[in-house]
């Protein structure tokens, strides 16, 4: 999370929001452009408008993220965040890094790079257009 935190800390273009424990809010250096706050519908947020979203991979926030098409920087640390990573990647919707090697440098190229280059904003809505109609039909193939 800091290192993530130091990529992008400062820079005028981003706002970072940070949800995480109150025992790690505790030895968090946060930026000036940086909110922690101990927890947050991540629908609110989403729901709001998001760039992309940065996270350890795990299935929850993978899926809400992709449920309101936004693009998403995954960092694995291990269980099954490298696998559902990867599968961000493949469709496209995402770029994954190494959890535990991803340098500050290489988290801001990733997040700039899934801003900058639409296509996977568009993998992302498409997955989002995917996640609605199952949750509407209640089946994945027609």
């Known amino acids: 999370m800091q290192r993530t935190l130091t990529a992008l800390a400062d820079q005028t273009k981003y706002r970072v929001l940070v949800t995480t424990t109150v025992t790690s809010m505790e030895k ?66 995402g770029i994954a890094l190494n959890g535990d090697e991803a340098t500050s440098e290489q988290i801001r190229d990733a997040v700039e790079r899934c801003i900058r280059d639409s296509s996977f904003k568009a993998q992302a809505k498409k997955m989002s257009s ?9 089946f994945c193939i027609e």
């Open 28 to 93: 968090i250096d946060a930026p000036n452009n940086a909110i922690i706050v101990e927890q947050i519908p991540h629908s609110e947020i989403l729901s709001l408008g998001v760039d992309v979203v940065v996270t350890h991979a795990g299935h929850g926030t993978v899926s809400i993220a992709l449920r309101y098409g936004v693009p998403l920087v995954c960092l694995p640390f291990g269980a099954d965040q490298p696998v559902i990573a990867q599968h961000v990647e493949q469709i496209g919707a």
């Open 130 to 138: 995917t996640i609605v109609h199952v949750l509407t039909k209640g």
